[in-house]
């Protein structure tokens, strides 16, 4: 009998509606989901790529010669950290990965060549050795007064809150979604008992038991959610396929943001979105019916 009681209410004209609704609250989910995963690598990526390095700038003297003088304490500065424990190289940038770095703010046309930019040494840390950042500092501006050094824990924090905020926004939508639908699909089963009131109170009568007359409903809701879900899904995951070859056609990444496409081993956890979905419903709808009946009868 189990098997024949999601045959026996008709499916409503009216379905249609809330499968739109839920394809759609399927298709928010995931990108959500989706965004959490993005945060989460950048977060990581960010971190791999700083955690290991320092930057020390040397700015172009005020007085004098600023081209002699910033020549000079950047030799100063280089045999600094190469005499420094701890660190296991240090080069000085070029004048083309500087003008890279400042891309993004001036342009590729602006013009820089009269601009006297200040020198950056990039400087890796041994694997599992610590660096006496400050004691590096006081050192370094002894030798040269326009040296500064930079170790990112401030933007490696900083990029940590914002990718944080990310990822509890993106788990704030999920929960408001999860709501949405199990509140979009009680108002629907509630209605369609409210329509099917005669066969409801006809297999009453004949002895159904509340347990059955929800199986005739929540498999119902949860076969049209699993398949209305998994068409938003599949929604969601084109558009990170298509986020992520948009620079075949020209367009261009947004510069310090991470790229909005997914990579295919984080394609499978949009899968969780249906199940999620379905079960949701059909939870929703086991509950809404046997509160509904036992009201009645």
């Known amino acids: ?29 995931a990108l959500a989901l989706g965004a959490s995963l993005v945060a989460t690598r950048a977060a990581h990526g960010w971190q791999s790529g700083l955690s290991d390095r320092i930057t020390v700038q040397v700015m172009p003297p005020e007085q004098g010669d600023a081209r ?76 040269a007064p326009h040296a500064s050094v930079d170790d990112h824990r401030r933007w490696i924090s900083r990029l940590h809150g914002v990718a944080d905020a990310v990822r509890f926004s993106a788990y704030g939508i999920l929960l408001l979604i999860a709501g949405a639908t199990a509140a979009a699909v009680s108002f629907a ?19 159904a038991l509340p347990s059955f007359i929800a199986r005739a409903v929540e498999w119902h809701y949860f076969l049209s959610a699993l398949f209305a879900a998994a068409l938003g899904t599949l929604c969601a995951t084109l558009f990170f396929l298509g986020a992520g070859g948009l620079e075949i056609f020209g367009v261009e990444a947004v510069p310090f943001l991470p790229p909005l496409s997914l990579k295919w081993i984080e394609f499978p956890w949009l899968g969780a979105v249906p199940m999620a979905t379905s079960l949701i419903a059909w939870a929703t709808a086991r509950i809404s019916v046997l509160s509904v009946v036992k009201a009645i009868y």
């Open 1 to 29: 009998m189990s098997d024949r009681a999601t045959y026996i209410l008709p499916r409503d004209k009216g379905a249609a509606p809330l499968d739109f609704v839920i394809a759609v609250m399927a298709f928010l989910a």
């Open 68 to 143: 002699a003088g910033l020549d000079s304490e950047t030799k100063v500065t280089l045999s600094v950290l190469d005499a420094t424990p701890g660190i296991a190289h240090a080069s000085l940038l070029s004048d083309a990965q500087i003008n890279a770095l400042v891309e993004p703010w001036i342009g590729k046309d602006g013009a820089v060549s009269g601009i006297p930019l200040p020198r950056l040494i990039d400087a890796t840390i041994v694997p599992g050795e610590s660096i006496d950042v400050n004691g590096l500092a006081a050192k370094l501006k002894k030798a």
């Open 189 to 207: 089963t509630r209605a369609g008992l409210d329509a099917h009131h005669e066969m409801v109170a006809l297999l009453h009568q004949m002895g």
